[in-house]
């Protein structure tokens, strides 16, 4: 399946939910290239994701993210012709 390039922005609403995001992320950690995270005055957080893999496993990952209650989460993907 062909790979793709894209990138995630998470926003961390409340901080209990911080422990179930980072189970997932490191479950995907093959496809994470790069990770910025940024807090905020406010209390919450922003999270920056790099990624590479299939549109199945970015999905996934992205999937697991939005149901994650306190969590939102925006993807934006492109083709990989290098």
């Known amino acids: 399946m062909e790979k793709r390039i894209g990138?995630?922005?998470i926003r961390v609403l409340d901080r209990q939910s911080a422990g179930k995001l980072n189970?997932?992320?490191s479950r995907h950690a093959n496809i994470i290239?790069?990770?910025?995270?940024?807090p905020?005055?406010?209390g919450t957080s922003?999270?920056?994701l790099v990624?590479?893999?299939t549109t199945d496993e970015i999905g996934s990952l992205t999937g697991q993210i939005g149901?994650?209650?306190g969590i939102q989460t925006k993807s934006v993907l492109l083709k990989n012709e290098a």
């Not at 290239?33 to 940024?38: K, N, T, W």
Request: glycine share 8%; charged share 25%.
């Open 7 to 9: 990138t995630t922005v």
């Open 23 to 25: 189970a997932i992320l």
């Open 33 to 38: 290239i790069a990770r910025q995270g940024l």
């Open 40 to 42: 905020r005055e406010d």
């Open 46 to 48: 922003v999270i920056s």
């Open 51 to 53: 990624l590479e893999g």
């Open 67 to 69: 149901r994650i209650q």
